[in-house]
């Protein structure tokens, strides 16, 4: 980062979402946009703060962390949904998604800071993606997705992007793993156009 480089990272579990948006410190105020299934934000199960159900909580209690938007989001517990309510996160559920639409999603994000996203593959439909550890149900389609994150991508200073939750195992026709590769390329298309 320090020599400025555009970091991509891809792993199964969300933890690891946490230690990346803490390395990007220098990123003064930093938001995030997390498309998920999940909101991921419980405090801790048996004292454990660092898991894949509690990353985007953790993100929220860095000083630097000014806004979360999480989009897709369509099975949430009802103590995480108030308590990441009450702390200024915008949820933006995949029904709403779909009133909104995809650019619609977009206008309530700032505009022209710096922004990292955050991709858990189950909030697409697993019609699209079934290979992932928790699928659920109702999810986004890949246009819509590109299309959401084409434009945040042209509206701010995106620093970095991951895809996670992609678990081979369970995509035995390896769509999953294309959906996931062409999502990334679509960030990467869109932050670094061809002149």
């Known amino acids: 980062m320090e020599q400025g480089s555009f ?38 199960v048996q004292r454990v703060l660092y898991t894949h159900g509690r ?15 999480s989009a897709g989001i369509r099975a949430a517990r009802r103590k995480p949904y108030e308590e990441a309510k009450q702390d200024g996160t915008l949820i933006i559920t995949t029904n709403q998604f779909r009133e909104m639409g995809p650019i619609g999603v977009v206008d309530p994000c700032p505009q022209g800071e710096n922004l990292y996203i955050t991709f858990d593959i189950d909030v697409i439909d697993p019609s699209q993606a079934p290979g992932t550890g928790t699928p659920e149900t109702g999810g986004l389609f890949y246009h819509e997705a590109r299309e959401c994150i084409t434009a945040l991508v042209n509206r701010s200073n995106v620093i970095g992007c991951r ?12 769509v999953t793993i294309g959906l996931a590769a062409r999502l990334i390329v679509d960030i990467l298309a869109a932050r670094f156009p061809s002149k």
Do not use: Q, W
């Open 7 to 44: 970091p991509v990272v891809v792993g199964y579990d969300h933890a690891i979402t946490f230690p990346v948006v803490r390395g990007l410190g220098k990123f003064t105020p930093l938001n995030i946009v997390h498309f998920d299934a999940h909101l991921d934000y419980t405090h801790d």
């Open 55 to 69: 990353p985007i909580r953790r993100c929220r209690e860095l000083p630097f962390v000014e806004h979360i938007t």
């Open 163 to 174: 895809m996670v939750e992609v678990a081979p195992p369970y995509d035995n026709s390896e």
